[in-house]
């Protein structure tokens, strides 16, 4: 989160100390999620501008599933500007039977939370390990395999993923070393020696195990 204040320079300086914020605008979100945050900080109306502390804002702007960071301008001498950074849709997966997508900053978002999506996402199948899936794409981004070929993720009890590719192939990853292992599979993908092998399996360090199903 970032903090500023702006004070017009032409302005005097005998009240400064009694301003008291009228008007709060928020940006970045649709417009009926930027009215639901401004309705939560409402009650910061009529409050002194130079008075109010970051932790009012992140109190109320953590909580919303749908914010990855924000930064907030407080104008001089009634006037407050908060700007949202809207987290990114990584994928989408079911929790208690309902669909959520999955955020860049780690938390679910519900299907009611967000506007009508317009492209495809991976499925992510796992009961709580968000944050490890996100660590993963990381990775991926910086392999040769691209994102947005991948159908769906796999998370394993022994701390480990599975993807499947919309092209059929299936990439076992080990729990560690998952770029070295990436870049394996990508050379195999590629390779037309075996292109009739739809796994690869990278779990054993030492072994690696090519088959068709």
Do not use: C
């Not at 928020?26 to 417009?31: F, Q, R």
């Not at 780690?106 to 299907?111: A, H």
């Not at 059929?168 to 770029?179: C, D, H, Q, R, S």
């Amino acid at each position: 989160m970032l903090l500023s204040t702006q004070i017009t320079k032409n302005k005097t300086y005998d009240n400064i100390f009694f301003a008291e914020v009228d008007n709060i605008i928020v940006e970045g979100l649709s417009d009926k999620n930027n009215k639901k945050i401004q309705n939560s900080l409402k009650y910061l109306i009529s409050e002194n501008i130079f008075f109010i502390k970051e932790s009012e804002f992140q109190n109320i702007l953590n909580k919303n599933n749908l914010v990855h960071s924000f930064y907030i301008k407080k104008i001089y001498p009634n006037l407050i500007k908060v700007e949202i950074y809207q987290t990114d849709f990584l994928a989408v997966t079911i929790k208690n039977n309902k669909k959520f997508y999955i955020g860049s900053n780690g938390k679910l978002i519900s299907q009611e939370e967000v506007e009508k999506i317009n492209y495809e996402l991976p499925y992510v199948y796992t009961k709580s390990n968000y944050v490890s899936f996100i660590k993963l794409k990381k990775i991926i981004d910086q392999s040769e395999f691209n994102f947005e070929e991948i159908s769906s993720f796999y998370f394993f009890p022994s701390d480990r993923w599975d993807f499947k590719t919309k092209d059929g192939f299936v990439i076992k990853l080990p729990k560690e070393n998952i770029a070295k292992s990436l870049k394996i599979a990508s050379l195999i993908k590629s390779n037309e020696k075996f292109k009739e092998k739809k796994i690869i399996d990278l779990r054993i360090s030492s072994n690696i195990i090519l088959s068709n199903e």
